[in-house]
């Protein structure tokens, strides 16, 4: 057998210690799952009548693309507080004794988040739908937001890897990634960013969601993409194989302590 093969088994096994541990200990999937959910109803309910009628629109169909991304952006403290959790309580070094790939350990973090945030993805897109979200994409729109997801998924937790690898504790490791939380909505979520300040509008341009949602929003909803693809495949390569280069130096020099 290969070692290319024993590094995808003993991911596998990886995975499946993550998936229990998340079904065993549901509460922080839960609060990172249902809180973009609630933060989508609330939006919706509490500032779509005020938003509808300056902008003349359907404020779902603006505001759901855009709080899909939340879904990646809260499950960074969910692998952070998850992979601090192993480090700081020694489990990790029981792994690094035993005959298993080094890198499993994160792969399987890594995959344990990505099935996650799809499945919340799933729920936030069929609470959007039940209250009045009408896409018009077709089949291949929709497999490519899918893969857009998964790509940001990916990007976005190989980073969260590295900070809750960087973290002494889970509850420092359920701070670090606050920043990542608040990128979506200083971006085009919520409102169009024409409407921000100069200062704050200058931020959201050129920060990873705000492509990223317009994407998402032009295949859902049929509106311009213009570069914003090319950005957000951009953003999403550079921040997921910086994240994957950083977390796998942070531990392969923890393992060598």
Not at 101 to 113: F, I, N, R
Not at 120 to 146: D, H, K, Q, Y
Not at 154 to 159: H, Q, R
Not at 207 to 212: A, K, R
Request: glycine share 8%; proline share 5%.
């Amino acid at each position: 057998m290969s070692a290319t093969t024993y590094a995808f088994t003993d991911s596998v096994t990886m995975l499946r210690r993550n998936l229990l541990h998340a079904k065993r200990y549901p509460s922080m999937t839960f609060s990172v799952v249902l809180m973009p959910v609630v933060l989508l109803l609330v939006f919706d309910f509490v500032f779509g009548g005020a938003l509808e009628k300056s902008s003349g629109g359907n404020y779902i169909d603006y505001l759901a693309p855009g709080m899909l991304l939340l879904i990646p952006a809260y499950m960074t403290v969910a692998v952070a507080v998850s992979i601090a959790t192993d480090t700081s309580k020694g489990i990790a070094n029981r792994f690094r004794t035993m005959d298993i790939a080094p890198s499993s350990m994160l792969t399987g973090h890594v995959l344990g988040t990505l099935i996650q945030a799809v499945l919340g993805s799933v729920l936030m897109l069929l609470v959007a739908l039940a209250i009045g979200f009408r896409p018009n994409a077709n089949a291949v729109e929709w497999a490519a937001v899918f893969a857009l997801v998964v790509a940001v998924v990916l990007s976005f937790t190989w980073l969260a890897v590295a900070l809750g690898l960087l973290a002494p504790n889970p509850e420092s490791a359920s701070n670090t990634p606050f920043p990542i939380l608040l990128l979506p909505f200083l971006g085009s979520g919520l409102v169009a960013t024409d409407t921000m300040p100069v200062g704050l509008r200058q931020f959201a341009e050129y920060q990873p969601f705000t492509p990223i949602t317009e994407t998402i929003r032009g295949l859902l909803m049929g509106s311009e993409i213009g570069n914003n693809g090319y950005l957000s495949i951009a953003w999403c390569t550079g921040i997921g194989v910086g994240g994957y280069l950083w977390s796998s130096s942070i531990f392969a020099k923890q393992t060598t302590r």
